[in-house]
């Protein structure tokens, strides 16, 4: 008398846990410095100092009361007008604090635009391969249906004929992650350009428009000067989710937003529309603390010293041993192609000869790839050279 | 192509929250102190002091990538066992850690709990009025039927024989919360051992266990020494849902549990479909501060003198005045019969003349009560007494 579904989702062993789990315990056995773990995404750069001076001063100085207590379900209004004014000021769009809406994270920001587009059963809601695996359930499991765009492996920007192909009027929108997890790939203007005069012609012809949800946990995190237009200023019907858990690496502290631009079709429905799917999904309101810290930090970024590092160091070094890697412009991921071409069989390779622990990318739409997150200590990078060496000969 | 149920859901007015905001308006006007608020469940007595204390050494002696990083999804395993031995401690149950889930608070909490036990269309979640609004949404948009147990108005206990004829063979659980909002009223171990020997009964009959799902934030607020049984002790198919907004006065910082004990029916699959529930919400992890600061804090107990005198002078005033009002014993509400018997009208009449903010009870469940909730200042609650007198006579 458990509800079936939601016990396999529970059950469900997940591929990156279990290698995290599987380092762990060889850890115990030969010892953590010959493990070498790439599966986590988990920040490894502390949040910028300014964060724990906000919560320092914030704890000291203010009403215990105040810092702790309910704020309205979208947040706190003067934390909305620092994250508008900081859009604003970047990207030159007239942003509101009534446009965005706080959530704990993205992951539940991600959703309760996915159930405020979910109109019918048939409701489609595409994915652009290679894309984060939690996406598959999150639409599945709330009502819509989940169409796939396979990746274009030449470049890794949008597949826009596969794309195309695939859509149809029952398509709600199009989940765009840039920078890319797991690509590390940044979508050019010109591909953003092209996607949106796609969806613009056709949400004429369907007569509904078409959105695009933008997922953006990681646009602060770019290398080179590598440019990430913000979507809205090229298309206008966009939702954007985004989280601080990467760009202040405050990932266990679950705080985010929603922000519905006015300009976007139906703005205001929608935006209702979200918060009575974040009611029902038993959203309260974000935690009171960290919204306050977002209030004083929403202009903070972080120091990319490190990150940077680690990807010259692995790209350079994978690619000089001939491994073939897509180039990473952004976020902390790289995505290698898996020598042979079985990606599984690779990953359980390196796992069992050289306690090397990398993802096969199967999960993210893009079997033949290894994902590795980069955000590690650059020590354990250079100790575990010499096992991608021996893994290729 | 917006989802009109979520939209609905996100425009609904909440008379709870339109009395607020009358209330500021009207303080604008009148000035504050001619507005007496009884509309809002704030908790208005600050955290305990080892709660910021807590906050400021972690924060300025632990590493920032461990305080704000990912935690598992259940919650950081010292946290849940500090949680898990405060427990067993204070009711002589063995807890174990991993028998805890931790949530953004109660009401996700409750909500991964119906997923979990919504097994058809026509699976039944009974409330027992009076009951927090909120469960019916939470019901009805969460793949199960609300059954609602009309109110023994006589004490406010448990209405078990009209509980008995609405039980049936799709009777999944009942939500049992006590101390009560929007009453007061804790359910003496007498209700609740008739309940259990009632849903044991019937369970057996149909063949399946019905569970108790306690919702319990009001556990640790309760007075004059009555006793509020842990009811897993009592009816071993029981599922806690906890919080510590109103506990530990943190209902901004989204923290709380479910906790499955191992002796319930089916007690792994139920937790983990409550985990694949959650996942689908959009629960990664719950805050990873506040998991360190239960973890320190899980034995702190709230000073209730704040709220027990509020308790004393108002129930003491209004039957002084010959209000009929339910005595309390837990929470910091007060339930009060409406005089004339039209709670809706009553309100609105106190609003118009008096600026006396009181929440009909028709939407918990209850009509013709109205309730006032006392964790407000005292001053605000010896200033209103003149307001009740007039509105009396």
Chains 1, 2 share one sequence.
Do not use: W
């Amino acid at each position: 008398m458990i509800n079936e579904n939601c016990y396999k989702l529970g059950a469900e062993p997940s591929v990156i846990r279990s290698l995290f789990a599987y380092g762990l315990q060889q850890a115990a056995l030969v010892g953590p410095d010959k493990v070498y773990d790439y599966s986590l995404g988990n920040p490894s750069i502390p949040a910028p100092a300014a964060v724990n001076a906000s919560i320092m001063d914030i704890i000291s100085s203010m009403d215990s009361i105040q810092v702790h207590g309910y704020t309205m379900a979208a947040g706190l209004t003067d934390a909305r007008k620092a994250v508008a004014e900081d859009l604003e000021r970047r990207f030159g769009l007239p942003v509101k604090a009534e446009e965005l809406f706080f959530t704990c994270g993205a992951a539940p920001a991600l959703i309760s635009v996915i159930k405020a587009l979910a109109v019918g059963e048939d409701s489609e809601i595409m994915l652009l391969a290679p894309f984060f695996p939690e996406y598959v359930p999150f639409v599945e499991q709330n009502g819509a249906k989940v169409v796939i765009v396979p990746p274009d492996t030449s470049s890794f920007q949008i597949a826009l004929d596969k794309l195309e192909a695939l859509l149809s009027p029952r398509t709600q929108a199009v989940i765009v992650n840039s920078p890319n997890n797991p690509s590390g790939v940044v979508y050019s203007r010109e591909s953003l350009e092209a996607l949106a005069a796609l969806l613009e012609r056709k949400g004429a012809e369907y007569g509904h428009p078409i959105y695009i949800i933008a997922d953006e946990p990681y646009r602060e995190l770019v290398y080179d000067g590598v440019e990430v237009p913000f979507i809205p200023c090229i298309y206008k019907n966009t939702v954007v989710c985004y989280s601080y858990s990467k760009s202040l690496s405050l990932p266990g502290e679950r705080i985010g937003y929603v922000y519905v631009p006015g300009f976007a079709r139906d703005s205001r429905e929608l935006y209702t529309a979200i918060s009575g799917a974040a009611r029902i999904m038993g959203h309260v309101c974000p935690p009171s603390l960290m919204q306050l810290v977002i209030g004083r930090c929403a202009a903070e970024r972080p120091d990319l010293a490190a990150y940077d590092e680690n990807r010259r160091l692995l790209y350079g070094s994978l690619t000089a041993m001939g491994y073939e890697c897509v180039k990473p412009q952004g976020a902390f991921y790289l995505l290698v192609k898996a020598p042979g071409g079985d990606s599984m069989a690779f990953s359980e390779k390196a796992k069992l000869q050289q306690n090397l622990l990398l993802v096969p990318a199967d999960g993210f739409g893009c079997p033949g790839y290894l994902r590795l997150s980069y955000c590690v200590a650059k020590d354990m990078i250079e100790r575990s050279l010499p096992a991608f060496k021996a893994l290729l000969d």
